[in-house]
């Protein structure tokens, strides 16, 4: 079993920045692919950025790139997720997820945080 847990999320004006953490405890972090998740009010869970177990390969959705980062800290076993240049449309539950291999798909991923509130106003 893996344990996540999300912080870092919050308020903040559009254009402001914020850095979600997802720390995990359980089993060897540095065998698991990690993605981050979001979920807006009445919309379906989507897909947001992941990363593989090295941390050398990431990918992200259209609209974040050039925006937000992902990042993994194997010593730390923690991910982060740095998001800049926030926008209204960017306001949703935000997930971070466990599983094998880096992949866009949410079944694809084994574990599952909470989620943290990311609210960005205009």
């Known amino acids: 079993q893996v344990q996540l847990v999300e912080s870092g999320g919050g308020l903040v004006q559009a254009g402001g920045s914020l850095r979600l953490s997802c720390a995990t405890s359980?089993?060897?972090?540095?065998?698991?692919?990690m993605g981050w998740f979001r979920q807006a009010p009445g919309k379906e869970r989507e897909f947001v950025a992941a990363?593989?177990?090295?941390?050398?390969?990431?990918r992200y959705t259209d609209s974040v790139k050039d925006r937000f980062t992902i990042s993994k800290d194997n010593a730390k076993s923690t991910v982060y997720l740095q998001m800049n240049s926030l926008k209204p449309e960017d306001t949703a539950v935000y997930y971070c997820?466990?599983?094998?291999?880096?992949?866009?798909?949410?079944?694809?991923?084994?574990?599952w945080g909470q989620g943290t509130q990311v609210t960005v106003s205009s």
């Open positions: 997820a466990a599983g094998p291999l880096l992949s866009v798909s949410a079944p694809r991923y084994d574990y």
């Open positions: 990363i593989s177990r090295s941390g050398t390969n990431t």
């Open positions: 359980g089993r060897t972090f540095s065998n698991y692919a």
